[in-house]
Nanobody
Framework: QVQLVESGGGLVQPGGSLRLSCAASGSIFSIYAMNWYRQAPGKQRELVAGIITGGSTYVADSVKGRFTISRDNAKNMVYLQMNSLKPEDTGVYYC??????????????WGQGTQVTVSS
């Protein structure tokens, strides 16, 4: 069984910073990719940032220059450093991982989501 556990969400003022963490555990052989998505009320879920084997990263244009994704391979963790937060960054942030399991299978897994609220 695979579990993604997120932490770091909360309430922050505009211009502030948060760091989200996601730890993957379970029958994991290796991680192909880890991503952060977010969903605001009334909007579709969008890919915010991703990191793949080899360390290549992607960040959405809407957060470029403000958000940084990184990983700790030894701990099966991924982080999202969010700086200069804006009210429009508010939403539920989800950790997603494409994993190679010890069974040999490959699957996509999701965390439970963590609320990020940017407000005065």
């Amino acid at each position: 069984q695979v579990q993604l556990v997120e932490s770091g969400g909360g309430l922050v003022q505009p211009g502030g910073s948060l760091r989200l963490s996601c730890a993957a555990s379970g029958s994991i052989f290796s991680i192909y990719a880890m991503n952060w998505y977010r969903q605001a009320p009334g909007k579709q879920r969008e890919l915010v940032a991703g990191i793949i084997t080899g360390g290549s990263t992607y960040v959405a244009d809407s957060v470029k220059g403000r958000f940084t994704i990184s990983r700790d391979n030894a701990k099966n963790m991924v982080y999202l450093q969010m700086n200069s937060l804006k009210p429009e960054d508010t939403g539920v942030y989800y950790c997603n991982a494409k994993l190679h399991l010890t069974t040999g299978a490959i699957g996509d897994y999701w965390g439970q989501g963590t609320q990020v609220t940017v407000s005065s």
